[in-house]
């Protein structure tokens, strides 16, 4: 029997290669002689970068740019001699906040932008933008006006290039932009279909876990409207166009990037389907499955080469909700949470990876038996 294991990381408490090693544990606990295959997947979320470096040895460029509050922090992005890989996370991500009060408003991308700048001076002719992650929600303004972009406003005041600066926008300028960012192709990777605008777009569905009071939540979608009204390109409806606080929108619109699903590009980039060839059973999983698995995640992405080929997945989580309406749309072989009737969430945490390694074993038995 052969195993191809598929899983991303569970936030907070294992890496996918260490999700993958505890499944290989729970796999051999059943037979030892069954071939297991490891291909820790990421969604083009945080994360992402990481397994990329791994996969490909990729060099890492460390600089100091500015964080969400345009305070300064080290960073990295990823690249080789032709093609960069930037994690938007790395500069402008909800993780760099940790103990310090979220303020939504005020967030900024100017320090992916800042990434994006040194990866273009060292020449680079394509770069992956990964934007899973961000406390941002300014449109991508912050990314642009590094890059040299030149913005008005409405009142001839400073531009803030925030989720609160984009309310008084009223022109932008790219006389003064960097000169390479025409000859450079942009491809950007995202774990959401979100539109800009709207009760599903960035403001009103990702706002709230940045900080957003339900008065800033009115202020941020008035900021992306009047940024979708300055533009005026159409891009806001785009799926994805929502990513990151509206980065996905920002990158269309200031860079000419091209929007792809997180999971099928790392998929590409990874050879997943040559990997499937001759498996029995892939296990994939993720550290929460829920209603937004669905729209992008590893676990979907996973759920569609499987179905199509006829292969059985089985997934491992560490939380599992409104479990059976996702399972009418992946079509699981079986769904093993780790925190159930007898397990706590923290329990679960602190013990994630003997429980990856027990509910893999579970998965597994049941799945020989049903083959007897």
Known sequence: MRILLAPDKFKKTLSANEVCAAMTEGIQAVDSSIEVISQPLADGGEG????????????????????????????????????????????????????RELKALEATTFGTGELIEHALDQGVEEIYLMIGGSATNDGGTGMAKALGYTFSTSDSSAFSATGAGTLKLDSISNNDIHPRIAEVKFIVLCDVQNPLLGENGASYVYGPQKG?????????????????????????????????????????????????????????????????????????????????????????????????????????????????????????????????????????????????????????????????
């Open 48 to 99: 992402t970068s990481d397994l990329l470096q791994k996969a490909f040895g990729l060099h890492k460029v460390e600089l100091k740019v500015a964080d969400p509050f345009f305070q300064p922090i080290d960073a990295y992005y990823l690249k080789n001699e032709k093609v960069a890989f930037i994690e938007m996370a790395n500069a402008s991500g909800l993780e760099l906040l940790i103990g």
């Open 212 to 372: 957003a009071t339900d008065e800033d939540l009115v202020e941020l979608e008035a900021g992306m409207q009047t940024l979708a009204k300055v533009l005026d390109n159409g891009f806001e409806n785009t799926p994805g166009a929502g990513a990151a606080g509206g980065l996905g929108y920002g990158a269309m619109s200031f860079l000419g990037a091209e929007l792809k699903p997180g999971i099928q590009a790392v998929m590409e980039m990874t050879g997943f389907e040559q990997k499937m060839e001759g498996v029995d059973l892939i296990i994939t999983g993720e550290g929460k499955m829920d209603l937004q698995t669905v729209e992008g995640k590893v676990i979907a992405g996973v759920s569609e080469v499987a179905n199509e080929s006829k292969i059985p997945f089985g997934v491992v989580c560490g939380l599992a909700e409104h479990k059976e309406q996702v399972q009418s749309q992946i079509k699981a072989y079986d769904i093993r949470p780790l925190v159930n009737k007898e397990v706590t969430v923290p329990e679960a945490m602190a013990n994630a990876y003997q429980l990856v390694k027990e509910r893999t074993e579970e998965l597994v038995r049941s799945f020989v038996t049903s083959r007897a």
